[in-house]
């Protein structure tokens, strides 16, 4: 597996809850392209362990030379 710690990360998009977060990154796990979730500050209104909504958000990032391809693996040409 490639290191992570190589890439120019540049963030995608922001989800309200870690789930939905998690979701995306399975995704693009799926099409071949890495991601990273920033979970700081993303204590789910039930605490830590809660993976329901975030008061802060959950950013998705990924290596700025798969942005493209992450947008399309997630249906986001049209969202800015």
């Not at 890495?34 to 958000?57: C, E, M, N, Q, T």
Request: include cysteine.
């Amino acid at each position: 597996m490639e290191d992570q710690h190589e890439h120019a990360w540049v963030a995608l998009i922001e989800y309200g809850a870690v789930y939905e977060a998690e979701l995306a990154a399975g995704r693009l796990e799926s099409a071949g392209i890495l991601s990273r979730i920033d979970r700081r500050g993303a204590a789910g209104i039930f605490g830590l362990g809660h993976a329901g909504s975030s008061v802060r958000g959950v950013t998705l990032y990924v290596p700025e030379d798969c942005v493209t391809e992450a947008r399309e693996a997630l249906d986001l040409e049209g969202e800015s």
